[in-house]
């Protein structure tokens, strides 16, 4: 028997909910483990574990989301990406009542681990499903509410952590830890009523389903000549890729041959985690209040509000950055200023933890807070929009879980090496991440291309028909709204047509999924 779904005013807000829940989940983990490895009644559940096992404690959730989020693109095609979705919450619902119920290290590394096997699965499905059911126009900024719940259930989890440090029991860290469970259970209710990818169902050959959806989505009639166009739009670039897919052989991608350049646009998406985790981010969120407490001097108490209220700050900037800024500024500026800035920001904290001065400490304390404010604003929302843009349907799953795996296999490194990077080395750890911060700009500077504004099927044409020069004003806010794809239709398809920047073109957009 299938499902009642949801009215059709509600499907994208639905799914936009409903998605925003399952991805608040990394978010809630980074914002609890700074708070619960700081909780004395951990400390004695655990018999004060030393700064290898923190290490372990912490990065074995990471390490769980590395294990799926390969395996989760197998998952994502076949059974959908919705399924793939209702699979991980019910995983990582296991592992949280696990870490819950846990009385040692090892079970509660298990029960850590078994929550990252679900997690992997989520962050796989949800900015595919997310970017398959959204209009173009404002798909950076519906991801960048995903990303604003994520930052918000680190805020919330933050305060939480804060009033149970009072609590003389060991419910000071299980009910925290306890928590995650509400938001996995929330996407697992609301996730079956609502409506799968018109895209996917196109590939699956479910052509009414999909213009059901597409109807849904855009709150029109099924029948009318609006979502007819669209409709026909997108199926011609899914018949279009699977006719190149049946004529394509793997090593096309990497002998040139292939002219989606998918290769080039699975490493670009791939790299954007690759950046954000060596950017440094989780170094500060998973560690944040022991870093307050033990690198600045700062007590127990003022560590915990300093967490709370860092969070608040990078909610706030992730907020603007998604109303305000991702459709207006463009990716790649974002992108590129974003690691300038990050980088300056670690080098003036290596410089002040340094010197070991009380003055010096209020000045690392202040480039911490502005590396979150930048990050809000840059990072936290392009490396989860990009790989689902840049890459083509074909590879869409693939790229998107590729991407994803080098996120969580970075990141599990960053978070298994950062308390013994900083008790061994101590400042001069913060140098690691200046330097990848500053390598990382150069990088996005040479190589990466702007989607903003662009849908995933004019993405796919840019990629196979046209390629432009470096220039500095791809880097400039919101000058991807000068450029302009020209093509003379009387050139044949594997000639290249000029891409180029005009001083004046008028955008218009389309409201089209």
Same mark, same amino acid.
């Given at each position: 028997?299938?499902?009642?779904?949801?009215?059709?005013?509600?499907?994208?807000?639905?799914?936009?909910?409903?998605?925003?829940?399952?991805?608040?989940?990394?978010?809630?983990?980074?914002?609890?483990?700074?708070?619960?490895?700081?909780?004395?009644?951990?400390?004695?559940?655990?018999?004060?574990?030393?700064?290898?096992?923190?290490?372990?404690?912490?990065?074995?959730?990471?390490?769980?989301?590395?294990?799926?989020?390969?395996?989760?693109?197998?998952?994502?095609?076949?059974?959908?990406?919705?399924?793939?979705?209702?699979?991980?919450?019910?995983?990582?619902?296991?592992?949280?009542?696990?870490?819950?119920?846990?009385?040692?290290?090892?079970?509660?590394?298990?029960?850590?681990?078994?929550?990252?096997?679900?997690?992997?699965?989520?962050?796989?499905?949800?900015?595919?499903?997310?970017?398959?059911?959204?209009?173009?126009?404002?798909?950076?900024?519906?991801?960048?509410?995903?990303?604003?719940?994520?930052?918000?259930?680190?805020?919330?989890?933050?305060?939480?952590?804060?009033?149970?440090?009072?609590?003389?029991?060991?419910?000071?860290?299980?009910?925290?830890?306890?928590?995650?469970?509400?938001?996995?259970?929330?996407?697992?209710?609301?996730?079956?009523?609502?409506?799968?990818?018109?895209?996917?169902?196109?590939?699956?050959?479910?052509?009414?389903?999909?213009?059901?959806?597409?109807?849904?989505?855009?709150?029109?009639?099924?029948?009318?000549?609006?979502?007819?166009?669209?409709?026909?739009?997108?199926?011609?670039?899914?018949?279009?890729?699977?006719?190149?897919?049946?004529?394509?052989?793997?090593?096309?991608?990497?002998?040139?041959?292939?002219?989606?350049?998918?290769?080039?646009?699975?490493?670009?998406?791939?790299?954007?985690?690759?950046?954000?985790?060596?950017?440094?981010?989780?170094?500060?969120?998973?560690?944040?209040?022991?870093?307050?407490?033990?690198?600045?001097?700062?007590?127990?108490?003022?560590?915990?509000?300093?967490?709370?209220?860092?969070?608040?700050?990078?909610?706030? $900037?992730?907020?603007?950055?998604?109303?305000?800024?991702?459709?207006?500024?463009?990716?790649?500026?974002?992108?590129?200023?974003?690691?300038?800035?990050?980088?300056?920001?670690?080098?003036?904290?290596?410089?002040?933890?340094?010197?070991?001065?009380?003055?010096?400490?209020?000045?690392?304390?202040? $480039?911490?807070?502005?590396?979150?404010?930048?990050?809000?604003?840059?990072?936290?929302?392009?490396?989860?929009?990009?790989?689902?843009?840049?890459?083509?349907?074909?590879?869409?799953?693939?790229?998107?879980?590729?991407?994803?795996?080098?996120?969580?296999?970075?990141?599990?490194?960053?978070?298994?090496?950062?308390?013994?990077?900083?008790?061994?080395?101590?400042?001069?750890?913060?140098?690691?991440?200046?330097?990848?911060? $500053?390598?990382?700009?150069?990088?996005?500077?040479?190589?990466?291309?702007?989607?903003?504004?662009?849908?995933?099927?004019?993405?796919?044409?840019?990629?196979?028909?046209?390629?432009?020069?470096?220039? $500095?004003?791809?880097?400039?806010?919101?000058?991807?709204?000068?450029?302009?794809?020209?093509?003379?239709?009387?050139?044949?398809?594997?000639?290249?047509?000029?891409?180029?920047?005009?001083?004046?073109?008028?955008?218009?957009?389309?409201?089209?999924?």
């Amino acid at each position: 028997m299938k499902l009642p779904k949801l009215p059709q005013w509600y499907s994208f807000y639905g799914i936009t909910l409903a998605c925003s829940f399952g991805f608040a989940l990394f978010g809630i983990d980074t914002g609890l483990m700074s708070g619960v490895l700081a909780n004395q009644q951990f400390k004695e559940q655990f018999d004060y574990p030393n700064d290898t096992i923190v290490g372990q404690i912490t990065s074995s959730f990471d390490l769980g989301c590395f294990i799926t989020a390969v395996a989760a693109s197998i998952i994502n095609n076949r059974w959908s990406r919705k399924s793939t979705v209702i699979i991980g919450c019910v995983i990582h619902i296991i592992g949280g009542i696990i870490q819950t119920a846990s009385y040692g290290v090892p079970e509660f590394i298990v029960g850590r681990i078994i929550a990252g096997l679900g997690n992997g699965f989520i962050t796989v499905a949800i900015p595919v499903w997310q970017s398959e059911c959204t209009p173009a126009h404002v798909r950076g900024r519906m991801l960048g509410f995903l990303c604003l719940l994520n930052s918000l259930g680190g805020v919330l989890i933050c305060w939480v952590n804060y009033g149970m440090k009072f609590v003389d029991s060991g419910v000071a860290w299980r009910f925290p830890v306890a928590t995650q469970l509400l938001f996995s259970g929330a996407t697992l209710i609301m996730a079956p009523f609502l409506g799968e990818s018109p895209r996917w169902l196109l590939i699956k050959g479910r052509d009414e389903e999909a213009r059901t959806v597409l109807a849904g989505l855009n709150n029109a009639d099924p029948e009318s000549d609006e979502i007819q166009a669209l409709f026909t739009e997108i199926k011609y670039h899914v018949d279009h890729e699977e006719e190149l897919a049946q004529s394509a052989k793997l090593k096309d991608l990497f002998n040139g041959k292939d002219r989606m350049k998918n290769l080039r646009r699975i490493l670009l998406g791939a790299s954007s985690q690759f950046m954000q985790q060596w950017g440094g981010i989780n170094v500060i969120l998973y560690y944040a209040t022991v870093i307050y407490e033990d690198s600045l001097g700062f007590s127990n108490n003022m560590a915990y509000i300093l967490t709370a209220c860092n969070q608040m700050n990078y909610s706030l $900037f992730l907020f603007i950055a998604a109303a305000f800024l991702v459709e207006r500024v463009g990716r790649k500026p974002l992108m590129f200023w974003g690691l300038v800035v990050q980088g300056i920001c670690f080098a003036v904290v290596a410089g002040s933890l340094s010197s070991g001065s009380k003055n010096a400490g209020i000045v690392a304390i202040s $480039f911490m807070f502005l590396y979150y404010s930048t990050f809000g604003t840059t990072w936290s929302l392009s490396p989860w929009l990009y790989p689902t843009e840049i890459n083509s349907l074909q590879y869409r799953n693939t790229g998107a879980a590729i991407a994803t795996a080098t996120n969580w296999i970075c990141n599990y490194i960053v978070v298994l090496i950062t308390p013994s990077g900083i008790a061994n080395i101590q400042w001069r750890y913060y140098l690691i991440y200046m330097v990848m911060n $500053f390598a990382g700009a150069i990088g996005i500077y040479m190589y990466y291309e702007e989607t903003a504004g662009l849908t995933l099927e004019e993405v796919d044409e840019f990629f196979e028909y046209g390629m432009r020069k470096r220039s $500095f004003k791809e880097v400039i806010p919101g000058n991807f709204r000068k450029r302009k794809l020209v093509r003379d239709p009387a050139v044949p398809a594997h000639d290249k047509p000029e891409d180029e920047f005009v001083e004046d073109v008028k955008v218009e957009h389309i409201n089209k999924v």
